[in-house]
C-alpha cells in the first residue's frame, strides 16, 4: 500500500523550506505537538501559500481560488437554507459549505478539515452526501466568513460588522498572520510592508526595490 509522502518531504523537494528549518520545525513540534506545517508558519519559515501548495500536492486536495472558484456569498447561504444549517455553527466552527456548480456536489472549507470531530460533525448534519475538502488561506476563510455574516445579516450590516470584526480581532490567530505577512515580503525580496487600514478591512503592500 503506498503511502502519501511526508510533507517536510515535499517541502524539501519543491525548495521551499532548507534542512535547517525542518529539523527546528521538529524540534519544537516535540516540544509542544502540532502539525509540521503549521509549525513552519508561525515560525515565519513558510507562508500559508506555500504549504497549501505542498498539501495539494501531497493530498491531491484542490485549492479555492485555484482549482476551484470561490463561493459567492449567496451560493453559502443557499446551502445554508437548502440542508437547514445554522450560520452561527458554521461561522462558531469556522467552517464553510456550498454547491459546486458544475455538478452540485458538496465542497467545504475549514482551517481544521483535518478534524475527525468536524468530519463527524459535516455527516451527521448532511446526512449521506460526498463532500469533497477545499484548501484555503487563513485570511480567505475569514473573508469569506465575514461576507456569509453579512449577507445574511443585510439589515444590521452597520452594527454587526463592526462587532463581528471586533470578535475576529480577539480570536484571530495574529502571530501566524504577521508571520505570514513576513515569509512572503522575504520570498519577494521586499523592503517595506505597508498595512493601509479602511473601514471594514485592510490592503498590504510590499515595497520592492
Excluded at 470561490?70 to 464553510?96: C, G, H, M, R, Y
Excluded at 463532500?131 to 476563510?141: A, G, H, K, N, Y
Excluded at 490567530?173 to 523592503?191: K, T
Aim: charged share 25%; net charge negative; proline share 3%.
Amino acid at each position: 500500500m503506498n503511502h502519501p509522502q511526508l510533507i517536510g518531504e515535499i517541502l524539501l523537494q519543491q525548495q521551499l523550506i532548507t534542512q535547517t528549518d525542518i529539523t527546528k520545525g521538529l524540534t519544537i513540534q516535540k516540544q509542544i505537538g502540532g502539525r509540521i506545517g503549521s509549525i513552519l508558519v508561525r515560525s515565519g519559515s513558510l507562508s500559508e501559500n506555500k504549504l497549501l501548495h505542498a498539501l495539494h500536492l501531497q493530498l491531491d486536495i484542490p485549492r479555492l481560488d485555484h482549482e476551484e472558484i470561490i463561493p459567492t456569498p449567496k451560493q453559502l447561504v443557499a446551502l445554508t437554507e437548502e440542508f437547514n444549517l445554522s450560520i452561527d455553527w458554521q461561522l462558531d466552527q469556522k467552517v464553510l459549505i456550498w454547491k459546486k456548480t458544475e455538478d452540485d456536489s458538496l465542497l467545504y472549507c475549514s482551517k481544521e478539515f483535518f478534524s475527525d470531530t468536524l468530519a463527524d460533525s459535516l455527516r451527521l448534519l448532511l446526512g449521506n452526501v460526498t463532500l469533497q475538502p477545499v484548501l484555503t488561506t487563513t485570511q480567505q476563510l475569514d473573508k469569506l466568513l465575514l461576507q456569509l455574516e453579512l449577507f445574511a445579516s443585510q439589515d444590521d450590516d452597520i452594527i454587526y460588522d463592526k462587532h463581528f470584526l471586533k470578535e475576529m480581532a480577539e480570536d484571530a490567530p495574529i502571530v501566524e498572520l504577521v508571520s505570514n505577512f513576513m515569509s512572503q515580503a522575504m520570498e519577494r525580496s521586499a523592503s517595506d510592508i505597508h498595512i493601509e487600514p479602511s473601514a471594514d478591512s485592510f490592503q498590504v503592500r510590499f515595497r520592492i526595490d
